[in-house]
């Protein structure tokens, strides 16, 4: 059995993954703030764990919820994939309350944080496949106003990839880490980027005019594309993939 634990699967590309994951032989592990009731209504080995990624002080217990129902006997491999974010506050930081930005922190970089030292641990004793795809952004190197926690948090998410491969790399039983920018995706942050007040976040009409001029794939292609990359051969240890192979 390849077992499959994917965070963000209520819409866009979590719910792709999930998705087109869920087959013979797999079992597909959904973390959610909300339940998506398509996925939820599929047939086949898939089950549902709504959790807000925000209270990071309940991973351990949410892991061990997941891990239940993970076989070691059974297992062919183990893959955790690092899908949810949000993208606001859209504003300039002066703009941006501490509420605002202690939230955008723990879910783009602390879960992933937290939930990579939880999955490495309990699979420590598995002689699996094991890896970790991180989602990540080309706004950690790409840098556009109003968008300062978005852009730490992503390039904060791929330095902390580069760290573990290398800590990593070499273990008898290692597990693989690999930080992916995906591309720009018609999903929810693509939307709210755009439809944002420019008074509060100037860069609102650049999302609009790469909306606009047809540059935004679908998730569902996204999702194809990021799964022939974690289930392939050439998959790194602490790389950062910066452009998807069609």
């Not at 993954?17 to 013979?24: F, I, K, S, Y």
């Not at 902390?160 to 942050?189: C, H, N, R």
């Not at 001029?213 to 602490?238: C, H, N, V, W």
Request: with cysteine; net charge negative; proline share 4%.
């Amino acid at each position: 059995m390849k077992y499959f634990i994917i965070t963000g699967t209520s819409k866009g590309i979590g719910e792709a993954l999930a998705g087109r994951l869920l087959a013979p032989g797999h079992c597909v592990l959904c973390v959610s703030r909300s339940v998506n009731p398509v996925l939820a209504s599929r047939q086949g080995n898939l089950r549902y764990f709504p959790f807000d990624l925000s209270r990071s002080g309940e991973l351990d217990g949410l892991m061990d919820e997941i891990f239940e129902f993970i076989d070691p006997a059974d297992a062919e491999s183990v893959y955790l994939i690092n899908n949810a974010a949000v993208v606001g506050p859209l504003a300039s930081i002066e703009q941006c309350s501490a509420q605002e930005i202690t939230y955008h922190m723990q879910v783009n970089l602390l879960a992933p944080m937290i939930l990579t030292s939880l999955f490495i641990e309990r699979t420590a004793g598995m002689s699996v496949d094991k890896r970790i795809l991180n989602l990540s952004s080309a706004s950690s190197k790409y840098l556009v106003p109003g968008m300062s926690c978005y852009s730490t948090a992503k390039a904060g998410l791929d330095t902390f990839t580069q760290a573990v491969g290398l800590e990593q790399k070499g273990k008898e039983g290692g597990v693989q880490i690999v930080s992916v920018w995906p591309g720009m995706i018609d999903t929810s942050l693509q939307e709210e980027a755009r439809t944002t007040d420019p008074g509060r976040f100037a860069s609102a009409n650049l999302f609009a005019g790469i909306k606009d001029k047809g540059m935004l794939t679908t998730p569902e292609y996204t999702a194809d594309q990021l799964i022939r990359l974690l289930l392939g051969d050439s998959f790194g240890q602490g790389t950062i993939v910066e452009q998807l192979l069609p």
